[in-house]
């Protein structure tokens, strides 16, 4: 373990004032959507993370070109030079799938590297491509590329097995400038999803969101630039929100907007924590100090989101008795607990449905319950992430122990969250980078 590492040093209850960046599961999917045109885009708000540099990197290749200041974005893509995202991005981030409505509308083909699974799940694509398939592609695989081609895609009615957020979009950005009407209905309605979608509204897309889950898109020819603000990250809301209660303080965290996080905050007061919604963002404390437990299930949206599981089962050590979770979005979610056990935590997993929600991972041998025994006291330890919202977990874990941690692993937190050190650091946790020992201050 002498990779690059994070020291941390809790400072006692975290306190004080935070500014969410730009969603990256709205950012990213939006710098795809660029490429749908050859007219100058402008995107604020976008966060300076690896995986936006990523995506930004696979659009170059493609043929954009792009300034990138200050969280704005000019991008534009006059030409696609070539169809194929390299191989070298495979398991680098979820996006190359998204790449292949652009590349068929543009240049009649694309050639997009397999993604594989990870560690909270199989992550499959069979959605994606089935649909693909629906709208006129014709798919092969070699190599480990998918090698995709469609002369025009054209409007088909698609039902989606599960609200998979990655194949709504994926089927959004193919059905805009398909020839004729595309339904995709069981689709998910994240609010990272309806900005991509007032995305494409800007530039001329036709889309219709009914109140089943359905949309109707009604090809068009052409689209045109646009110039948008993503969306505050709510993930990132619900991490500092949940350090706020779990450490008995008080943050107020800007940009934070209670209409996409309604099912958070009510968790939020079940476990006896306080929140207070002002002009700009939203106050989360924790003045009484003691905590109560609660039981949590995932779901797609509006129901409590899976990237906010991890930093709240950080909360429930905290909270007294013994709190359930169910998670029913990704069947291998719980592989973080153990590093938390390590600290002090008291949790034992379960394959059962610990819930009432339906779930697909019933009866399948898979770890996807999880029971926290609390209040437990976390102590420092060396600690590895193995993916980044757990990640950002183990940064609250450690601000919240009695003692130091070494977090390593964290690129996987820096591919997702900007300037999360100097973050916590303005919040009271002492917090160095180091790397093979020699530290500096960030
Ligand atoms: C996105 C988010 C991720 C979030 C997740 C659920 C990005 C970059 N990532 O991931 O942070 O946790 O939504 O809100 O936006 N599935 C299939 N076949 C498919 C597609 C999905 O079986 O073709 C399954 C998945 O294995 C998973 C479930 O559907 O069990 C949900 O996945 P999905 O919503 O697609 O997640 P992502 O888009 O990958």
Redesign the pocket.
């Known amino acids: 373990m002498r990779d690059k590492y994070y020291h941390i040093i809790p400072g006692g209850p975290l306190q004080g004032r935070v500014k969410l960046s730009g969603a990256k599961?709205a950012a990213?999917k939006e710098i795809v959507a660029s490429l749908l045109t050859t007219e100058e885009c402008f995107l604020e708000n976008v966060p300076h993370i690896l995986d936006i540099s990523l995506t930004l990197e696979m659009c170059q290749e493609l043929g954009s070109q792009f300034v990138f200041e200050k969280h704005v974005l000019k991008i534009r893509t006059p030409k696609i030079q070539k169809p194929q995202v390299s191989k070298s991005y495979s398991g680098r981030?979820?996006i190359p799938i998204l790449m292949v409505g652009p590349l068929l509308h543009r240049y009649g083909e694309a050639i997009v590297p397999v993604v594989g699974g990870d560690k909270i799940?199989?992550?499959?694509?069979?959605?994606?491509l089935s649909a693909l398939e629906k709208m006129g592609a014709e798919i092969n695989q070699k190599d480990n590329l998918y090698i995709i081609k469609a002369k025009r895609l054209h409007g088909a009615e698609i039902f989606l097995p599960?609200p998979?957020?990655?194949?709504t979009e994926n089927i959004l950005l193919n059905g805009v400038l398909a020839e004729g009407r595309t339904i995709i209905r069981n689709a998910?309605i994240?609010p990272?999803i309806i900005d991509l979608v007032m995305v494409l509204q800007k530039m001329g897309a036709i889309i219709e969101l009914k109140e089943d889950r359905t949309y109707i898109i009604d090809g068009v020819k052409n689209l045109r630039g646009f110039r948008h603000r993503v969306l505050p990250d709510r993930i990132e809301a619900g991490s500092f929100a949940a350090a706020a209660i779990a450490s008995g303080g008080d943050i107020f965290i800007e940009g934070a907007e209670q209409i996409n996080m309604v099912t958070f905050i009510n968790k939020i007061r079940l476990v006896g924590g306080e929140i207070e919604v002002r002009e700009g963002g939203i106050r989360f404390f924790n003045k009484k100090g003691s905590l109560r437990a609660t039981n949590i299930e995932t779901n797609?949206h509006p129901g409590f989101?899976?990237?906010w599981q991890p930093p709240f089962v950080v909360l429930l050590t905290q909270a007294h008795g013994e709190s359930i979770i169910h998670e029913t979005?990704?069947?291998n979610r719980f592989g973080f607990t153990s590093e938390l056990i390590k600290m002090g935590a008291n949790i034992k997993l379960s394959t059962r449905c610990l819930g009432s929600l339906p779930c697909r991972f019933e009866n399948k041998g898979f770890s996807h319950s999880c029971i926290v025994f609390g209040k437990t006291k976390l102590h420092g330890a060396k600690i590895k992430v193995p993916d980044i919202r757990a990640g950002f977990s183990y940064l609250i874990a450690a601000s919240i122990a009695e003692g130091a941690s070494e977090v390593f692993g964290v690129d996987h937190i820096e591919r997702g969250y900007e300037n999360i050190a100097n973050k916590l650091r303005a919040l009271g946790v002492k917090i160095k980078i180091k790397r093979n020992h020699a530290s500096r201050d960030i």
């Open positions: 599961n990213t981030n979820r799940g199989r992550r499959p694509i069979d959605f994606h599960y998979s957020v990655g194949a998910a994240e990272e797609t989101m899976t990237d979005v990704f069947e």
